[in-house]
Structure formats: C-alpha cells, structure tokens
C-alpha cells in the first residue's frame, strides 16, 4: 500500500498565492523528501526534512514534519505560473534503501 | 557534476515483444540505482533497485527484470510485454549513504504497448 498520501489530489490558486500541500503516511520514517514533477517529465528533488527535524526552509518552499501526527506539509509562498505541476512526497523508513511515493498533488497556477 | 541518462524517451512495441531500457549515471561512483513505473496521473512504483552490481531487490512481481552489469547501468527488460506494462519508467539514483537519501531522477522512458 502507498506510504504517502498527499492531500488535496489537485489545487488551482491564483499566481501570488500561497499553495499548501499535505502528506500523511503510516509508518516510522528515517527522512521525507518532496519532489516536483512537470508534465511527462522526470521528477526533481525539492527538499529532504529528516525525521528529528520539525521545519525547513529553501527559497519559496517551507516544509513542516510532525512526526507524532505522521504527516508533512508543503507551503509554496507567492506562487507563480511556473510553479504548475505535480507535487509527490516520498518516505524512507529506517535502514531501507527504497521510497514509497505518494500519488501526488497536481498544482495548477492561473496567471 | 551528475548527470543520469535514460534511452529511448519514448518506445511503441506491440505486446508479445521484448523490452530493454538503458539507464546510465556519469560523475558519481556506487550509487544507488532504482527503476520506478508510473502510470497516467499517478503516483510511483518502485519496481527494482540495486545496491551494487549484479544485486537487485524486486519491489513487485512481474514479468520484468533487472539487471546491473556496470556500476553505473541500470537495464530493465522484458521478454515478452503486456498491455500492462504501459507506463513511463524512470529511473533515478542516490549516493551509497548506508540509507535513503536524495534521489535524482532521469528524464524517462514512455513506453506504449499496443
């Protein structure tokens, strides 16, 4: 079964808003990644929160992991057209070497 | 810097044929190399992945098979595809860290079969 389960499946905001994505999943994780996808193409790492940390940071991108409540949150600040495309969180459990992605959240920018 | 290659972008076979799909990463030594699947608008399979050559851990049984003759390749094959087996398949690898750790990603392979 999937680890990851994002939530909501899809969000259409208005350039400059804010976008808040939500990944739940259901065992003990060694760290959490979030990854952007654009149409037919590969994924791209955004930002990796290890399990003993609570919050991070990169540019527009803010991340928050609440381990008791086993989910994760993706906040995309004043966002702009690029920003359109699919959003997946993926999990790794302690001492694994593999992922378990979630099925996604389809952003959709409007200019 | 790294760079991993996937070949070909794009591939139409019709069911019953063989399948070979190439991954390759230059720039880095023993990594991690994995084979995902992911089907029209939804999330990744993790079908293979390999932690040095001629190891592979298969995620999901199937009627695929991977192999890892170089460090740094990584092919999944086929003898015979099904319908099923429509997708697109990306393949991605991470620094040997003892653990998960980042993952890149290739650009992809779309495979359509008929």
């Known amino acids: 079964s999937q680890q990851g389960e994002e939530d909501p499946q899809a969000l259409s905001i208005q350039e400059g808003e804010n976008a808040t994505m939500n990944c739940s999943y259901k065992?003990?994780?060694?760290?959490l990644q979030w990854y952007r996808q654009n149409s037919g193409r590969g994924l791209v790492h955004l930002i990796l929160i290890r399990s003993n940390e609570r919050e991070k940071h990169s540019g527009r991108l803010r991340v928050t992991l609440d381990t008791s409540k086993k989910s994760s949150s993706l906040l995309i600040t004043a966002s702009r057209a690029a920003d359109t495309a699919s959003y997946f969180c993926a999990t790794a459990s302690s001492g694994t070497y593999k992922y378990i992605f979630g099925t996604g959240t389809r952003l959709k920018v409007l200019a | 810097s790294q760079t991993i290659h996937q070949w070909p972008a794009t591939l139409v076979q019709p069911v019953g044929s063989p399948l070979s799909l190439e991954c390759t990463v230059e720039?880095?030594?023993?990594?991690?190399l994995y084979w995902y699947r992911q089907a029209a608008g939804r999330g990744l399979q993790l079908l293979f992945y390999s932690v040095g050559i001629g190891q592979i851990s298969s995620e999901v049984p199937q009627n695929l098979s991977a192999s890892r003759p170089q460090d740094r390749q990584f092919i999944l094959s086929s003898k015979k595809l099904l319908l099923s087996d429509s997708g697109f398949y990306l393949c991605?690898?991470?620094?040997?860290?003892?653990?998960?750790?980042?993952?890149?990603f290739g650009p992809g392979t779309r495979l359509t079969v008929l």
């Open positions: 991605a690898w991470s620094a040997l860290s003892g653990r998960a750790d980042t993952q890149y």
């Open positions: 065992t003990s994780i060694n760290n």
């Open positions: 720039g880095t030594s023993n990594p991690n």
